[in-house]
C-alpha cells in the first residue's frame, strides 16, 4: 500500500525557516517524480514544487520561487522541502505525493506567525 508520512512543520516566526521531510512507502521511489503541494485555510490545494525521478529537474510556483528548495534521497524513499524567508501567507497543511498522484497522507502544518 502506497503511504506518505509528512513531518517538520511546526510553528515560526516570518522570515524563519523549516524544513519538511516526507517519507515514501508502497512504491519504487526511484522510478517517479514526487511533488510536495499545500492547502491552506478556506483554500484549494496547489501545487508548490516539483522534483524529477532521478533529483535532476525542478519546478515551483511563482509563490515560493527563490525561497524553497526541494530535494531528494532515493536511498532513503525520502522527498524534502526546504523553506527559507517564510511569510504568513505559506501557512498551510503541507503534503507530498507522487507523479501521478494517488492518495494522500496526513500532511504537516505549517503555521507562520510573529
Known amino acids: 500500500q502506497v503511504q506518505f508520512v509528512e513531518s517538520g512543520g511546526g510553528l515560526v516566526q516570518p522570515g524563519g525557516s523549516l524544513r519538511l521531510s516526507c517519507v515514501a512507502s508502497?512504491?519504487?521511489?526511484?522510478?517517479?517524480?514526487m511533488h510536495w503541494y499545500r492547502q491552506g485555510p478556506g483554500k484549494e490545494r496547489e501545487l508548490v514544487a516539483a522534483?524529477?525521478?532521478?533529483?535532476?529537474?525542478?519546478n515551483y510556483a511563482d509563490s515560493v520561487k527563490g525561497r524553497f528548495t526541494i530535494s531528494r534521497d532515493n536511498a532513503k524513499n525520502t522527498v524534502y522541502l526546504q523553506m527559507n524567508s517564510l511569510k504568513p501567507e505559506d501557512t498551510a497543511v503541507y503534503y507530498c505525493?507522487?507523479?501521478?498522484?494517488?492518495?494522500w497522507g496526513q500532511g504537516t502544518q505549517v503555521t507562520v506567525s510573529s
Open positions: 505525493n507522487r507523479h501521478p498522484s494517488v492518495n
Open positions: 508502497g512504491f519504487t521511489f526511484r522510478n517517479y517524480a
Open positions: 522534483i524529477s525521478d532521478t533529483g535532476s529537474l525542478w
